[in-house]
Nanobody, 125 residues
Framework: QVMLVQSGGGSVQAGGSLTLFCAAS??????????MAWFREARGKDREFVAG????????YYTESVQGRFSVSRDGSQNTMSLEMNNLKSEDTANYFC????????????????WGKGTLVTVSS
C-alpha cells in the first residue's frame, strides 16, 4: 500500500509564495516509477488537476491557470514531489492533494490510485 505524506502549505497574502511537499512510501514494488500529480479542491467546487510530473521526471504538465506561476518537481530518488507556487492569487485558495498513478497516463482524478490527505492553502487579497 502506498502512503503519501504531505507537508507545507498555509496562509499567505496575494503575490506571495508557498511550497508543498509529498513523500511517497510503501509497497514491495516501490520503485517509485509512477506518475505523480497535484490536485486541488476549492470550497463548493470539484477536484481539479493542477500539475503533474511523469514517472521518469522528464515531463511536467500544468493546468492553464497556474502555468508560469507553479512548478512541479521530484527529487533524484523519485519518491518526493514538490509544488512551488509563486505569485499566488485568491483563486488558488483550496485544499491541495498529491496523488499517484502507477500505470496510467490520464492525469485525471478518477485515474489516480493513491491520495494524500490534503493540505490547505489560503491566499488572502
Amino acid at each position: 500500500q502506498v502512503m503519501l505524506v504531505q507537508s507545507g502549505g498555509g496562509s499567505v497574502q496575494a503575490g506571495g509564495s508557498l511550497t508543498l511537499f509529498c513523500a511517497a512510501s510503501g509497497g514491495p514494488w516501490s520503485n517509485f516509477n509512477w506518475n505523480m500529480a497535484w490536485f486541488r479542491e476549492a470550497r463548493g467546487k470539484d477536484r481539479e488537476f493542477v500539475a503533474g510530473i511523469s514517472r521518469d521526471g522528464g515531463a511536467t504538465y500544468y493546468t492553464e491557470s497556474v502555468q508560469g506561476r507553479f512548478s512541479v518537481s521530484r527529487d533524484g530518488s523519485q519518491n518526493t514531489m514538490s509544488l512551488e507556487m509563486n505569485n499566488l492569487k485568491s483563486e488558488d485558495t483550496a485544499n491541495y492533494f498529491c496523488a499517484v498513478d502507477r500505470f496510467g497516463d490520464t492525469w485525471s482524478a478518477g485515474g489516480m490510485e493513491f491520495w494524500g490527505k490534503g493540505t490547505l492553502v489560503t491566499v488572502s487579497s
